[in-house]
């Protein structure tokens, strides 16, 4: 278990991500709007897939191959969701896989609960810090490390481009009923927070709730609703069984809704080497399906003796 000081929470460091949890209450002030809500959706689908498919699935895991351009146009996306830098995320997410679901792993749920593996561990300033060590293939671009180091500065630039577009709605186009803070408000405190909590969930959720397909040496589950609510990390006891695969979702009923997205960027040339679970995976769960269905037959034959 985590002594007393590793689990200290930190209020002041904490300010930004306590303030966007507060500014979401806005929404309650400054009315609805379609537009509003579009903007919301929009921008939790497209940071979501910054989150997923560049935070997790490239930074973390490097599951395929891009230019060098994309990639930082993945990490700029990726850090609008305030989930602090790229370099930051990736590391700890690869501590996470290391040592999953063991005392050495800060947010599993199994060892210290689901409050803390949820939300407690983002605030704690034991783990503010980036481990360079363990991204040594990333921190080698400057332009990441200075993603990293000022974190903070591409979603407070998206706050103020939505606060700006809302005020000139209102006074150009005053039928759309909006204005600057009501976008502030929907399109970037409640999206961030939605953004945060369906993000949350696989770290927590994830290894409580859902079905074992594999035995792996963790609690991970795949759970088709946080798949959906996360683009396809639902499918979560895949990836740990298999982490190096891009596609989380083996099978075409398991929605994987950022692997779709990376496929066409794959056919227009954007990204490439998407990387996939080896045949032998599909191979041997087809023989456990046989085994089963064996069992059911021979169970039958001895019922009808």
């Known amino acids: 278990m985590l002594s007393e000081q590793e689990y200290k929470i930190d209020i002041l460091g904490n300010i930004p991500f306590i303030s966007i949890h507060i500014g ?17 959706f929009a921008l939790w689908f497209i940071r979501m897939f910054g989150v997923t498919a560049g935070y997790h699935r490239y930074f973390s895991h490097r599951t395929y ?16 969701a305030a989930q602090l830098g790229p370099l930051w995320w990736a590391a700890h997410h690869r501590h996470h896989h290391h040592y999953s679901d ?35 293939d990333f921190a080698q671009y400057p332009e990441l490390q200075w993603l990293n180091r000022f974190h903070m500065i591409v979603p407070i630039v998206l706050a103020i481009i939505l606060t700006v577009i809302g005020i000139v709605f209102q006074q150009y186009i005053p039928q759309l009923k909006t204005n600057g803070l009501q976008m502030l408000a929907w399109g970037f405190f409640l999206s961030t927070l939605l953004l945060y909590h369906s993000t ?8 409580i709730f859902g079905d074992r397909r594999f035995n792996t040496i963790d609690s991970s589950r795949n ?23 891009e596609r989380q979702g083996f099978y075409w ?53």
């Not at 191959?65 to 609008?80: D, E, P």
Request: aromatic share 16%.
């Open 24 to 40: 979401t209450l806005l929404i309650f002030w400054v009315g609805f709007s379609w537009v509003a809500l579009i903007t919301c």
């Open 65 to 80: 191959k891009t230019t060098r351009w994309f990639q930082f146009i993945l990490a700029v996306i990726g850090n609008s």
């Open 102 to 136: 063991t005392k050495q792993d800060i947010h599993s749920p199994i060892v210290h609960g689901f409050w803390w593996s949820h939300i407690g561990w983002v605030m704690c300033p034991k783990y503010s810090q980036t481990d360079e060590k363990k991204v040594r």
């Open 200 to 207: 949350f969930t696989i770290n927590s959720l994830a290894h």
């Open 223 to 245: 759970n088709w609703f946080l798949a959906l609510i996360t683009l396809g990390e639902g499918w979560h006891n895949n990836h740990h069984f298999y982490p190096a695969s």
């Open 253 to 305: 009923w398991e929605i994987d809704v950022t692997h779709y997205i990376l496929t066409l960027l794959a056919w227009l040339g954007i990204v490439w080497n998407l990387r996939t679970p080896p045949k032998q995976i599909y191979e041997q769960l087809s023989l456990k399906s046989a085994d089963k269905t064996s069992q059911v037959i021979n169970i039958s034959d001895s019922d009808v003796d």
